[in-house]
């Protein structure tokens, strides 16, 4: 298959407003006025109590997790420039490293020429697409593209 597949990063959100919401519901947010409110009274522990005394921890937020918005142009010829008719999908290598793709989605719909790749932590990952046949013939890799989530 020729390596006719561009494939663009449209866009990342982050997802760290519904989780401050949700931290915020349980009194877990890192706001220290909403920490206060939802404090308990701990009664002082005297020497001649056994047990260690009782403080309060709060919970660390979690990482900021976001989303890439990954594009595609769907091949239409082998790489010996015939028509390619048995298109069966398309897989999206990615990762943290440019030399290390080890994750990958499997995307057996030809229609489909979009993909969210979501739950992606705080960090740069690198992405790259091949197109596979009905034989399970892949393509080359296409140009690795990249974007940070913060």
């Known amino acids: 298959m ?3 597949l561009r494939m663009i990063v449209v866009g990342r959100w982050l997802v760290m407003a ?7 519901a349980c009194g877990g947010g ?3 006025t909403a920490a206060a409110a939802g404090a308990q009274t701990v009664t002082p522990v ?6 260690p005394p009782v ?12 989303e890439a918005t990954l594009s595609w142009q769907a091949p239409d010829q082998n ?8 298109l069966a999908g398309y897989r999206i290598y990615y990762g943290t490293s ?7 989605i499997d995307i057996p719909n030809v229609g489909m020429t979009m993909y969210v790749v979501d739950n992606l932590t705080a960090g740069t990952y690198y ?3 091949r197109a596979y046949n009905g034989g399970g013939a892949e393509s080359e890799l296409s140009n690795i593209v990249s974007s940070t989530i913060s």
Do not use: E, R, Y
């Open 46 to 51: 005297t020497p001649s109590d056994a047990s």
């Open 55 to 66: 403080t309060a921890q709060s919970t660390p937020p979690p990482p900021s997790v976001g």
């Open 79 to 86: 790489t010996d420039g015939s028509a390619l008719t048995n």
């Open 2 to 4: 020729t390596q006719m």
């Open 127 to 129: 992405f790259s697409i």
């Open 30 to 32: 890192g706001d220290s």
């Open 98 to 104: 440019a030399a290390a793709l080890n994750q990958v």
């Open 18 to 24: 519904a989780a401050m919401v949700a931290l915020a």
